[in-house]
């Protein structure tokens, strides 16, 4: 039942996945892609999603514009008419609009049509995603167990074919700067544009580290609403289920507060969803990281893995040797994510994949 929240350290990708105790509720292959997903994170850290960091002074808050064909199913008297999810990811609401929209839940927990669980996979990207074909590969044979959202700048004009599973997976995006809470609005917008599609019921995404860590981010001012016991860091690397993932996007109580007072050095990207589940739901979290690193390079930057790095040893490394807590049971699969791959890995990563990935 523990969720796992990790935070995304400098603007990489993000990647939900929830793992909450429901697991029983997800078929077996949905399962199999959990798994096949730790080492696909590693992959997708990677795909270096700079916010803007660098190019700071762009307040310019551009929504993107298109199309929104709420196109519900085509007998309009069916069940299914209420339940299907827009078939385009295009819209114009605005976030409140969407965030409201997004926090329905049905209160009769039983399902009265057959409901595949889906994963949700949220790239959060200025806008290539380098690795690409190697999220292909992983995904293939796997329809319907996945959903896809992906925010990127603005301006950016995708180029997938029709063929893609990225194909049209866009979702209105605007300007999202490193450390500042424009990255969680970016953050949350994906969660709420996943929530719209009912059968979406574990997010990857990110953030984590249990410890309260970081504490000298700290600001008093937001006491008592948030106590310094509870305060935490994470990166932005999360898997979450859709009841932390409503959490979060319905939060009025402490975006304010992290607004107006974690501003840099304090990073709110990396402090907010943390600390806030932490005080609403933690008995739902991990407690720990779900994202491996490698530090044992030194420096201020964990290791990033280029092409000759990418090696069966490499995988065993990341893998192996690990203990930690799942739903209270011992188990050596502790990571969900990785960092960084840079893009360089990713020939030796496709032919390496069916051996040491399974796909
Ligand atoms: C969104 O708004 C723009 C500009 O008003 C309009 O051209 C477009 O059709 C709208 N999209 C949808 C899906 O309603
Ligand atoms: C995580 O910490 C919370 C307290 O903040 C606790 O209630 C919860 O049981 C912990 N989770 C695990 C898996 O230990
Ligand atoms: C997990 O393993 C540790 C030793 O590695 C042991 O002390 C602990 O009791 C185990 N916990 C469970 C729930 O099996």
Redesign the pocket.
């Known amino acids: 039942m523990q969720s796992s929240v990790a935070p995304l350290e400098d603007g990489r990708v993000n990647a939900v996945l929830s793992r909450s105790n429901q697991s029983k509720a997800l078929p077996l292959r949905a399962l199999q892609i959990l798994v096949l997903f730790f080492v696909l994170c590693i992959v997708f850290s990677v795909i270096s999603v700079y916010t803007v960091k660098h190019f700071g002074i762009q307040n310019v808050v551009t929504s993107v ?5 709420p196109c519900y199913g085509k007998e309009p008297g069916t069940l299914e008419s209420w339940i299907k999810p827009p078939s385009n990811l ?3 609401l605005t976030d409140k609009e969407l965030f409201w929209r997004a926090s329905f839940v049905p209160r009769i927990k039983k399902y009265p049509f057959r409901r595949v669980p889906k994963i949700a996979f949220m790239f959060l990207t200025k806008g290539p995603l380098p690795l690409a074909p190697l999220w292909e590969r992983f995904l293939k044979g796997h329809e319907g167990f996945y959903s896809i959202y992906i925010h990127s700048l603005p301006s950016f004009q995708a180029k997938f074919p029709s063929s893609s599973v990225f194909h049209n997976k866009q979702i209105p995006s605007q300007i999202s700067e490193w450390g500042k809470m424009s990255m969680c609005d970016a953050e949350r917008r994906l969660l709420a544009n996943a929530l719209l599609d009912i059968s979406n019921e574990r997010f990857m995404g990110a953030f984590d580290d249990p410890g309260p860590y970081g504490r000298g981010r700290y600001n008093e001012n937001m006491a008592p609403l948030v106590d310094i016991t509870r305060w935490r860091k994470g990166s932005q690397w999360f898997e979450i289920n859709r009841k932390l993932a409503i959490n979060i996007i319905e939060d009025t109580t402490f975006y304010p507060k992290f607004e107006q007072f974690c501003k840099p050095a304090c990073y709110v990207d990396e402090h907010y969803f943390p600390t806030m589940l932490t005080i609403q739901a933690g008995n739902l979290l991990a407690n720990r990281s779900i994202t491996w690193v490698d530090w044992s390079r030194g420096g201020a930057h964990p290791a990033t893995f280029g092409r000759t790095d990418i090696t069966e040893e490499f995988f065993q490394r990341a893998r192996g040797g690990h203990q930690c807590l799942y739903n209270n049971r011992n188990t050596s699969v502790c990571f969900l994510f990785a960092r960084k791959i840079a893009p360089s890995a990713m020939e030796p990563l496709l032919r390496i994949a069916p051996k040491v990935l399974g796909f």
């Open positions: 514009k298109d199309g929104f064909q295009m819209h114009n």
